[in-house]
């Protein structure tokens, strides 16, 4: 399908109000099937495709996220006779959570830096003290380097809840309200990160459970959902993050035959950039291997299959 008239690709990347009105009428004049006289179901999974990792002046931009999003939308318009559904992860924050500056401080009283790696020996000897929840973020450090293998990042202020960095890029957002329109059908909406004294980057389950909290264990509902459809593409950002650890709770808790129904779009995601540790080459690592198990690794320009 062409590009509807109202879509410059140039302003992708410039904060406006998107114009719903164009995009539902455009979407309405097309006069295509309704998605739910689909006989070949597929999903478009969006994860994170937020004002804040795509934008040039975003709080948590990432290199290459608006050429990224070009090729997305370009990518959505071309095939909505085929998008049965849309379903859209943000991520949303408040200041005070485990992974934000204010949550630590050292001996002076100075907030970590964002891109800071914070350790269990670091914590332990005192260089950087919880201000909050100080019991559990000891504990917190330690878990998440036994179980998941890994260091607690400190992130720049992000996808604040009521800021302009939480919403979805607006261009973006016109798309998909032309598929709601044209489709009939409404996109589904996932918010996850919520909980302050966990990271939250897979969209199915938190870095550190807590089952105590509604969100704080697998989202086996969303889960199940996906099973409806034949094809599921996944798109978004980072590639390296919030993508990367929902495609591997993908891989951890699906079957063969569902995990060769996931297409990876990889030139929809861009890693994020650490001045002292390569992301890029790590999620490369982890999508290869994932594809020698049936995970489809695909291009915008190879349509859907």
């Keep these: 399908m062409p590009d509807p008239d109202y879509y410059d690709p140039q302003r992708v990347g410039e904060l406006y109000a998107p114009d719903i009105n164009a995009a ?8 295509l099937r309704r998605s739910d006289a689909d006989r070949q179901r597929v999903a478009l999974f969006l994860v994170d495709a937020q004002i804040d990792f795509i934008h040039a002046d975003g709080a948590l931009s990432v290199p290459g996220a608006l050429d990224d999003t070009r090729r997305l939308i370009g990518w959505m318009y071309d095939h909505m006779p085929r998008i049965t ?9 408040m200041p005070l959570q485990i992974f934000h500056p204010a949550w630590w401080a050292n001996a002076e009283g100075d907030h970590p830096p964002p891109l800071t790696p914070i350790t269990s020996e670091q914590v332990e000897r005192g260089e950087w003290r919880p201000l909050y929840d100080r019991v559990w973020s000891r504990r917190y450090v330690e878990i998440l380097e036994e179980d ?3 260091t607690l990042m400190i992130w720049p202020y992000h996808a604040l809840i009521g800021t302009p960095g939480h919403a979805l890029v607006p261009a973006l957002a016109e798309a998909v309200a032309y598929h709601s329109a044209a489709r009939r059908a409404s996109a ?7 909980i302050p004294q966990t990271e939250y980057y897979s969209a199915i389950e938190p870095e550190v459970k807590i089952p105590e909290h509604p969100s704080g264990d697998i989202n086996r509902a969303l889960l199940d959902s996906l099973r409806d459809y034949h094809a599921v593409y996944i798109a978004g950002q980072a590639k ?5 650890e929902t495609v591997a709770s993908m891989m951890r808790y699906y079957d063969a035959p569902m995990i060769r129904r996931l297409h990876v779009l990889t030139d929809t995601m861009s890693s994020v950039a650490h001045p002292e540790i390569d992301f890029d080459t790590l999620a490369e690592e982890a999508f290869a291997g994932w594809a020698a198990q049936g995970l489809n690794l695909v291009r915008t320009t190879d349509g859907i299959l």
Excluded: P, Q
């Excluded at 390296?240 to 990367?244: D, E, I, K, Q, R």
């Design 240 to 244: 390296s993050h919030c993508v990367l």
């Design 85 to 93: 559904h849309i379903k859209i992860t943000l991520d949303s924050h």
């Design 24 to 31: 539902t009428r455009a979407g309405n004049a097309a006069d």
């Design 148 to 150: 998941a293998r890994k």
């Design 188 to 194: 589904e909406t996932i918010i996850k990160g919520m």
